[in-house]
């Protein structure tokens, strides 16, 4: 497993991103957000049906039928997208050690929590708005330009278009 996110996690991010960039009209087909992101489809439909469980998508049925956002770009967050897949208040101790906290912290215990706690502040405050704006300021940065399966990548989704993408 990633030290940061789950792989479901930056797929959700990825298939949250796609839907808003492409969802604004009609609803987005699970075939096309498939072959986007390059994902296997009933992976990625069990991905989006939780997401809509957890309000982040609304899904549609019939021959128009695909997935739209349920709220606001601005009004969903990382974190909330995160959340059906991944607690990342969980954090588990960077040595292994099952007791590790502040009554019995492990040597790395006090700046492992400050990262922790940064990324969760991250994921809290950025918002889908936030992704889309970055992408339309650097089209380079689009989910479509991204070279490298974020899966593989043992670093949090939203930094990979920078990984990707190289600095223009």
């Known amino acids: 497993s990633e030290m940061w996110i789950s792989g479901t996690t930056q797929y959700a991010i990825r298939a949250t991103v796609f839907v808003a960039e492409h ?4 609803p987005v ?10 994902v296997p489809r009933n992976y990625l439909s069990k991905t ?7 309000r982040v998508l609304r899904s549609g049925r019939g021959p128009r039928g695909g997935f739209q956002l349920a709220a606001r770009p601005d009004e969903i967050s990382l974190a909330r997208v995160a959340a059906p897949f991944d607690n990342l208040a969980s954090r588990s101790c960077l ?7 502040w009554k019995n912290p492990c040597s790395v215990h006090p700046r492992w929590e400050e990262v922790s706690n940064a990324l969760q ?4 405050d950025t918002t889908i708005a936030d992704l889309l704006g970055e992408i339309a300021g650097r ?7 991204d070279r490298t399966l974020m899966a593989t990548l043992a670093a949090p989704a939203i930094a990979a278009p920078y990984a990707a993408g190289g600095v223009t």
């Open 23 to 26: 969802g604004a009209d009609e």
């Open 29 to 38: 087909r699970v075939d096309a957000i498939a072959a986007a992101l390059k």
């Open 48 to 54: 989006l049906h939780a997401l809509a469980r957890a």
């Open 95 to 101: 040595l292994g050690r099952t007791t590790c906290g």
């Open 121 to 124: 502040a991250f994921f809290k």
């Open 139 to 145: 089209p380079s940065m689009a989910p479509t330009n």
